[in-house]
């Protein structure tokens, strides 16, 4: 990869306006190219009708905005292609499972460009993505017949252009060994390590309060793969203890989120949504981090890099991507809210032993999980692979 190469990332959506792990790191990267010279630019949708078709400077990296398909992304395929035309890039770099795959192959086909793809999930290296996850996230009685057929139909063709789009990647980036084999074994691509990384904090080892209240942290968005029930129920088995539990984030079914909800313990609180950079505040301030996520779920979370470059710990719940938690001691692996409540109990009753396992955190973060670091690597192996 040279400097005169012009780069073009590929998202759905921008981390400024809207997005999740994926745009985060899409944008860290870009971000960071942008700043060692490189000419790289960025195209996803808008919220904000006002931006529909301009172009921002966004942190060194120009981006065009597009006007939205909301659910059938598919339909935006066209508009795509047309604004890859218009930037002619040298490389794309797309980081999710979307059928806008499509759009950047075909422009691929018809130029001398490279498409690097990043597998940014574990069921993103099976060619039935989109229906698997349609059908094991809604309910056809739920939904109604008519409502669910209409979306089904709507995730077999995202299925059959990402198929096709796959066979136009030049280089593939997995995120842990599980992706790796399963994009062999679905789509008979090599791929290589891709490192998440994020912004180093501004103090590094921090003093922890250990005398004071500690505070157990939860992020993430509350879909059901994501069990945020386990962290309701692990807050109100320890509504006697000194802990503080903090939840961060929400879900679009209000139903859903009352249930969840309901006779809500009174150590636990709720901030709904919030900004990134709000999110991030509360990681400075928390003493563990809970993860509830399906262990079939995320490929690698940036919850964890963000925990781990502030010496916070993480307790996961079966959940341990290459046994990266074990391995590195950087936390705690548990099988059920019993064993969770235990484990809080060792650890923050411990003040030196939570010093201890805070440093050996930050240590491990800052040498792996960086941007600086990332970024090297990316360029790296696309170099070794040119």
């Not at 604004?83 to 794309?92: E, F, N």
Request: glycine share 6%; hydrophobic share 35%.
């Amino acid at each position: 990869m040279h400097k005169e190469h012009k780069i073009t990332f590929v998202m759905l959506w921008h981390i400024s306006e809207r997005g999740g792990g994926a745009e985060v790191q899409a944008n860290y990267l870009a971000q960071e190219l942008a700043e060692r010279g490189y000419n790289v630019s960025y195209v996803c949708q808008t919220t904000k009708a006002s931006k529909v078709n301009t172009t921002s400077m966004v942190n060194g990296v120009n981006v065009l905005w597009l006007k939205p398909a909301n659910k059938f992304v598919w339909l935006n395929c066209k508009a795509y292609l047309k604004a890859l035309k218009s930037l002619t890039p040298d490389i794309i770099i797309q980081r999710n499972s979307s059928p806008l795959l499509w759009a950047s192959a075909q422009y691929k086909k018809k130029s001398s460009a490279k498409l690097i793809w990043v597998c940014t999930d574990n069921l993103a290296p099976f060619n039935n993505f989109f229906t698997k996850r349609y059908k094991a996230r809604n309910n056809k009685k739920e939904v109604g017949l008519i409502k669910y057929s209409i979306f089904y139909i709507n995730a077999v063709i995202s299925d059959k252009l990402r198929n096709a789009a796959m066979k136009g990647v030049s280089k593939a980036f997995s995120q842990n060994e599980f992706q790796r084999l399963n994009i062999k074994k679905n789509f008979g691509l090599e791929s290589s390590k891709m490192i998440s990384g994020h912004p180093t904090p501004e103090n590094r080892y921090r003093e922890l309060n250990v005398k004071g209240i500690k505070n157990i942290l939860w992020c993430a968005n509350w879909g059901k793969h994501k069990r945020p029930e386990l962290f309701v129920n692990l807050a109100r088995n320890m509504a006697d203890s000194k802990y503080n539990f903090i939840m961060i984030g929400g879900h679009s079914d209000k139903g859903y989120v009352d249930q969840l909800l309901k006779d809500c313990p009174k150590n636990l609180k709720v901030t709904g949504q919030l900004p990134f950079e709000e999110a991030l505040s509360y990681f400075n301030e928390a003493s563990l981090f809970v993860n509830t996520s399906t262990p079939d779920g995320d490929g690698f979370p940036n919850t964890f890099i963000q925990s781990w470059l502030r010496g916070v710990p993480v307790l996961s719940f079966g959940f341990n991507p290459d046994e990266v938690i074990t391995k590195n001691q950087l936390g705690f692996v548990v099988q059920s809210v019993e064993e969770a409540k235990d484990t809080c109990i060792q650890l923050l009753e411990n003040d030196k032993a939570i010093v201890n396992l805070s440093n050996g955190v930050s240590d491990y973060a800052n040498k792996n999980h960086t941007v600086t670091v990332m970024t090297d690597h990316f360029i790296n192996t696309l170099s070794k692979n040119s």
